[in-house]
T-cell receptor, first 116, second 110 residues
Framework: DTGVSQNPRHKITKRGQNVTFRCDPISEHNRLYWYRQTLGQGPEFLTYFQNEAQLEKSRLLSDRFSAERPKGSFSTLEIQRTEQGDSAMYLC??????????????FGNGTRLTVT | QKEVEQNSGPLSVPEGAIASLNCTYSDRGSQSFFWYRQYSGKSPELIMSIYSNGDKEDGRFTAQLNKASQYVSLLIRDSQPSDSATYLCAVNQAGTALIFGKGTTLSVSS
């Protein structure tokens, strides 16, 4: 178990550019989540996958955001035409679906995005 | 809109005291409840999970759940300076995303 891995750790981009982040979950975990966190706030849910299927997407999520998990393993989160308000820590987490009880999420170290 | 509410703090306690952190949630159908700890600049890490009404103890930590009142709490006994962090309450139903509160900042003074 090598943990959840996220790349890059930091990304600085200019407003209007596109950025893509990658997340490699814990290998036996079938669920993968993306959250966004800004200073003083808790993690805000963006979207999650079970295997390769995207099961839920936040209604607050702009259509500039898209996520994929093509083979049910790693995932990418793309932000198109970045805005300064997109500056945040983007957290990926994974878990193992265990039936009725929700299983805990294991978080990666995050990707810190700064839009200038 | 599912909501999880926490006092942002800061909650300040002296070393050795009991710290009490509280959380309320809006979705009466919630089934799973978690407490995460987050140090500044780091990712959240799981402390406790609780699924049934009552108390669950793990070392110095006790989680308490009251589904009728839609209330979950975390007690930290014998608080240490290393417990100083932000504590996040998270709630979900089976098959839905985990929803987090804004967190309570705890400061333990030596």
């Amino acid at each position: 178990d090598t943990g959840v891995s996220q790349n890059p750790r930091h990304k600085i981009t200019k407003r209007g550019q596109n950025v893509t982040f990658r997340c490699d979950p814990i290998s036996e975990h079938n669920r993968l989540y993306w959250y966004r966190q800004t200073l003083g706030q808790g993690p805000e849910f963006l979207t999650y996958f079970q295997n390769e299927a995207q099961l839920e997407k936040s209604r607050l999520l702009s259509d500039r955001f898209s996520a994929e998990r093509p083979k049910g393993s790693f995932s990418t989160l793309e932000i198109q035409r970045t805005e300064q308000g997109d500056s945040a820590m983007y957290l990926c987490a994974s878990s193992l679906a265990l039936g009725a009880e929700g299983s805990p999420l294991h978080f990666g170290n995050g990707t810190r995005l700064t839009v200038t | 809109q599912k909501e999880v509410e926490q006092n942002s703090g800061p909650l300040s306690v002296p070393e050795g005291a009991i710290a009490s952190l509280n959380c309320t949630y809006s979705d009466r159908g919630s089934q799973s409840f978690f407490w995460y700890r987050q140090y500044s600049g780091k990712s959240p890490e799981l402390i406790m999970s609780i699924y049934s009404n009552g108390d669950k103890e793990d070392g110095r930590f006790t989680a308490q759940l009251n589904k009728a009142s839609q209330y979950v709490s975390l007690l930290i006994r014998d608080s240490q300076p290393s417990d100083s962090a932000t504590y996040l309450c998270a709630v979900n139903q089976a098959g839905t995303a985990l929803i987090f509160g804004k967190g309570t900042t705890l400061s333990v003074s030596s």
